[in-house]
């Protein structure tokens, strides 16, 4: 699911579509907005992805921290300087 | 190898393979359409008198033929006597009629040695009369069958596609055939390698399973069409997973790869009649899982 497989295209792997919608977060925005604008895009990666897919992605992207959600809306993480 | 013939070979070994009295009708039938008029005849228990060890004469040759078709030849010792009993008893009723005694038998990897053995010392000890005992396998009823005409074949095995109904072979026929698949979990590994050239050659199909795959590759695109435009990412791997299950169940039963390959087409199309389409369909779609190297076995890397 997360890396391409026989089956499963590049663009489509967890991965991918996790990239696709870290380029979107250039500011926090909900999970609808955010899947409402990448569906919007006209890309056609994304009208081939179901709405559960997408939610893995995002489900991804906050597991490996590359995001954060506060106050309802979706972030690229925070970077703490040490 | 032209193609119906190769269709209609796969399918004659499959039914070949039917137990009991279900084979004993197929061998009759095939008998009887290549010996018709009379020459070849049936014949059936009668009352107390049972068949008297006759399964099927044929006239202009003089042969009398008894039927075999258990599920296995092991353990051996009940076919060995079967043949000491059956060709005693026929010997009793039928001897004025025949000059050869025929064994046929279903098992597709061959008659095993201690019954051969048994046939020729039986043929080598007998007294007065002498009746050559033979053995019939996949390749002498084959040869029988090739014999037909495409009607009669038809007649006995069904209507089968032709090359032109797999070139036309659709996303919706593709479809309905696998959706009827039911889904395994997706892997935890997938082998991502290319696949060899060589695997046709390496898997031991007969000429007429390769002759069907290679047709089916033709339209394999199709199969990979469908796949990649469902909404469900994951469902390739799934479809694959449930694949290379039923290709493993198949393998660990030891059973010759054609025949693998005729359990494959049945898992695709299920039990029961299928159109002309959904037999086509469901070449394309082996061939497509052939060369995706989810079924069959990989070649070894060349040294």
Known sequence: MILPTKGLAPDRALLSVGATILRELDRPKTVSRLWEQLSNRGSSLLDSIPYDWFLLALDLLFIVQAVDFEDGRVSRARRDNK | ?303
């Open chain 2, 1 to 303: 190898m032209d193609f119906k013939r190769a269709y209609y070979e796969l399918l004659f070994r499959d039914r070949y393979r039917d137990l009991g009295e279900s084979f004993q009708d197929f061998f009759s039938t095939v008998m009887e359409q290549r010996y018709p008029n009379g020459d070849f005849v049936r014949v059936r228990p009668w009352g107390n008198s049972g068949d008297r060890k006759n399964d099927g004469y044929l006239r202009s040759k003089r042969y009398l033929f008894q039927c075999f078709g258990p599920k296995s030849m092991h353990p051996l010792q009940p076919c060995l006597a079967k043949v000491k009993t059956d060709f005693k008893e026929a010997s009793r009723y039928w001897k004025e009629y025949f000059d050869v005694w025929i064994f046929v038998h279903n098992d597709p990897s061959g008659l095993p040695a201690p019954v051969l053995e048994l046939l020729l010392d039986l043929e080598s000890k007998q007294k007065k009369k002498n009746v050559r005992l033979i053995s019939w396998g996949f390749s002498e009823l084959k040869a029988e069958f090739d014999g037909l005409t495409d009607d009669a074949k038809q007649l006995m095995l069904g209507v089968v596609p032709d090359r032109k109904d797999v070139l036309d072979v659709r996303v919706e026929a593709v479809r309905r055939l696998l959706d009827h698949i039911a889904l395994q979990p997706e892997p935890q590994t997938v082998d991502m390698r290319p696949v060899p050239a060589t695997k046709l050659q390496h898997n031991q199909l007969s000429d007429a399973a390769a002759t069907l795959l290679r047709v089916g590759m033709s339209r394999a695109q199709v199969v990979q069409k469908y796949l990649r435009g469902v909404p469900d990412p994951t469902r390739y791997d799934r479809v694959a997973a449930a694949f290379r299950a039923r290709y493993a169940e198949l393998r660990a039963e030891d059973r010759i790869p054609d025949d693998i390959f005729v359990e494959l087409q049945r898992f695709v199309r299920g039990d029961g009649e299928a159109s002309t389409s959904h037999q086509a369909a469901t070449l394309a779609i082996l061939a497509f899982f052939f060369e995706a190297c989810e079924i069959f076995e990989r070649p070894p890397p060349p040294p």
